[in-house]
């Protein structure tokens, strides 16, 4: 963590599980209000434009705002853009570092915090669909003044509420491994220096032993290390095979760290193994265990973006990447499961990898939509202005939701998103406040599906803190957190203090009775009781120099108060 005078770039507009993040568990009190009327969903092959958005704007194809009406120069402004458009995302990294960080006495570097993956951190309580695409669900609350008249910051009006959309896939029944395809997955593990301390390559190497013995006989592993050079510690070899379990094993036992972090070679060397042992049919998966700091080698990212999305394109070898270490190299983790076409977790604990390689992995080797997309478009007759939390580098420009061309998200069995928006109601408004969309191909077929909803005025009854379901305010107290640990100076209004925050999830903790949120309040209060210098313009006090970077506090923290 750094030291008093490190300085470092505030990049506030910054930007599981095999598969995912979140895997949602049925229905219990989370959210399902205010659904209004479903619409079936239907097979679409239409790739052309959507209309423009209400109130005569539209999106360019990079994305900008460009003004469709007939105003004269130095007339009212353009109208708010009132549609949204991004892939889905369900990686939970970014929460799993911070939440590491906290505990270890500092705070993440702002770009570090994405939302989103806060937001999917925890169990959303969505109802799942019967067949294999997506049900949409649609609650909300005001973010206003409490029954005893208090008013959070950036909302005294009472004229905002946040809305939670969210897309569920349904999740495998419990013998869902006997009756999947078969899996060839390679791993690519990091045994440079760095990767020598504990909760490193001692997590990684027990982690993936107890993995092996869940995976069906059918199932292949092949086994790549790399430190400043990369080599074939295992081939492709199946685990139902003569001693292929304990083979297996043995390739484990043996990895010991060694010297420099060349990623770049292990990426490479690990896609060679995965095409040498691609199997047709199956589920072709290379999964990156690293702190993900290289330091040698080819260390350029677009390097080794390039040759990870080329390997998507041409052999459909998809990419799961899982974090380690105290020290860990967020930004390219995250570029790179993006490039991949997969998704990015991060473990620090024995608890958590179970979670991850024995608990979810032999269930969400499948998938249930590829280049899956949203698309929430608002109403401008009840809705002033939106803002979606987070999903900065997931954005996708609005005629794009239907161009199939365009890379959305993978997204496996069981799993959930949740797009969480800054609403701003017209006065007297009611009716329908948006609908929302979403998009995805078969993943054996690659036929379009779409499926959508209609969101009523009703789904934003009641006020946040003291009516709303536990899961929407779980999802409010994580989004909230994100936002202060991003510096306060995001999308969300309605902003509490850190110490009211914490007692808002630790009461909805205590509503829902689930451990994770209590974790969250914790966190919560820990990332609280850091401190902060007061004033400034910036998360950490005044820009010393001008030029948006900061003067970082002792041991890494320090958060507006």
Not at 190 to 205: F, K, N, Q, T
Not at 243 to 248: D, P
Not at 429 to 450: H, Y
Not at 473 to 499: H, I, N, Q, V
Request: net charge negative.
């Amino acid at each position: 963590m750094g030291h008093r005078g490190r300085r470092f770039a505030v990049a506030l507009a910054a930007g599981g599980v095999l598969l995912a993040g979140c895997t949602g568990g049925g229905t219990d009190d989370g959210g399902g209000g205010g659904r209004g009327n479903r619409e079936a969903a239907t097979d679409r092959s239409d790739g052309g434009q959507v209309a423009p958005p209400p109130g005569g704007t539209s999106r360019a194809p990079d994305g900008a705002r460009r003004d469709t009406g007939d105003e004269a120069e130095g007339d009212a402004p353009p109208a708010a853009d009132l549609r949204s458009t991004f892939a889905l995302d369900v990686d939970t990294a970014s929460y799993g570092y911070a939440k590491r960080t906290v505990a270890e006495g500092g705070l993440p570097r702002p770009d570090t915090v994405r939302a989103e993956e806060f937001v999917n951190s925890f169990r959303p309580g969505y109802e799942q669909p019967e067949g294999d695409g997506f049900a949409v669900s649609a609650d909300g609350a005001r973010t206003g003044p409490t029954a005893d008249g208090h008013a959070e910051r950036g909302d005294k009006d009472g004229d905002w509420s946040l809305l939670r959309i969210g897309l569920t896939t349904r999740a495998e029944r419990e013998d869902a491994a006997e009756r999947r395809a078969p899996a060839a997955l390679t791993f690519v593990v990091d045994v440079s220096g760095s990767m020598a301390e504990p909760g490193r390559l001692d997590l990684v190497r027990a982690s993936l032993r107890t993995a092996v013995g869940q995976l069906r006989d059918t199932d292949s592993v092949a086994l790549v290390a790399f430190s400043d050079e990369a080599r074939t510690v295992l081939p492709m070899t199946r685990l139902g095979d003569d001693g292929g379990r304990g083979t297996v094993r043995d390739a484990l036992d043996g990895l010991r760290t060694e010297d420099s972090t060349n990623l770049a070679a292990g990426m490479r060397t690990g896609y060679a193994e995965a095409v040498e042992g691609l199997r047709k049919g199956a589920t072709n998966r290379v999964v990156l265990l690293s702190d993900a700091l290289a330091n040698t080698g080819g260390t350029a990212p677009d390097a080794i973006l390039d040759q990870v999305a080329a390997h998507r394109a041409d052999h459909g070898i998809t990419l799961f990447g899982v974090g380690v270490g105290s020290d860990y190299g967020d930004a390219l983790m995250e570029r790179l499961t993006n490039r991949g076409d997969g998704h990015t977790t991060y473990v620090s604990s024995r608890t958590e990898a179970r979670r991850v390689f024995v608990e979810e992995l032999p269930r969400n080797i499948g998938l249930r939509a590829r280049d899956a997309k949203a698309q929430v478009t608002f109403d401008p007759d009840t809705v002033v202005e939106q803002r979606l939390v987070g999903y900065d580098d997931r954005r996708v420009a609005d005629e794009d939701f239907r161009d199939d061309r365009v890379d959305g998200g993978e997204i496996g069995p069981g799993h959930t998103v949740t797009a969480l928006y800054a609403v701003r109601l017209r006065e007297g408004g009611e009716g329908d406040v948006a609908t929302a969309a979403v998009r995805w191909l078969d993943p054996d077929s690659r036929a379009p599906r779409e499926e959508t909803r209609r969101i009523g005025t009703d789904a934003l009854d009641g006020a946040l803190w003291e009516s709303a379901s536990p899961r929407l305010r779980t999802a409010a107290a994580a989004a909230y957190f994100a936002e202060a640990l991003r510096g306060g100076a995001g999308d969300l209004p309605g902003a509490p203090p850190l110490r009211r925050l914490a007692g808002y999830a630790r009461d909805a903790a205590a509503d829902s009775g689930d451990s994770a949120v209590a974790e969250l309040a914790a966190t919560i209060r820990r990332a609280d009781a850091l401190g902060a210098p007061e004033g400034g313009d910036g998360p950490y006090g005044d820009d010393p120099h001008g030029d948006g970077t900061y003067d970082r506090p002792p041991h890494g923290g320090g958060l507006p108060r």
